[in-house]
């Protein structure tokens, strides 16, 4: 059973960094995905970035949302299946907690496409 936990998260100051990590266990297919998500108060679940991975390779490149390009990169450690999200020139709109999410298949924005979660870590940047 595929189990994913999330650690990294905290508060940061706008401009600043953090990295996000999602540890993955359980996992026995070959064709896969990984994504990031983010959902603020009173706000919808939002995909942040997400990585296809198939017979241990990624197999495409990362796709992100429009609101993190070029702040935000996602990559993967395919040895320990280790999903990490870094989170560069951080905005009080990236306040949320954010959850790393599994499916099979290919890449999709839908969170109702992904059937494991984890529990999620809280991101809080101030002004």
């Known amino acids: 059973q595929v189990q994913l936990v999330e650690s990294g998260g905290g508060s940061e100051q706008a401009g600043g960094s953090l990295r996000l990590s999602c540890a993955a266990s359980g996992i026995t297919y070959n064709d896969y995905c990984i994504a990031w998500f983010r959902q603020a108060p009173g706000k919808k679940r939002e995909r942040v970035a997400s990585i296809y991975t198939s017979f241990g390779n990624t197999r495409s490149p990362a796709s992100y949302a429009d609101s993190v390009k070029d702040r935000f990169t996602v990559s993967q450690d395919n040895a320990d299946n280790t999903l990490y999200l870094q989170m560069n020139s951080l905005k009080p709109e990236d306040t949320a907690m954010y959850y790393c999410?599994?499916?099979?298949?290919?890449?999709?924005?839908?969170?109702?496409?992904?059937?494991?979660w984890g529990q999620g870590t809280q991101v809080t940047v101030s002004s």
């Open positions: 999410a599994f499916k099979r298949w290919s890449c999709t924005s839908r969170s109702g496409d992904f059937g494991i």
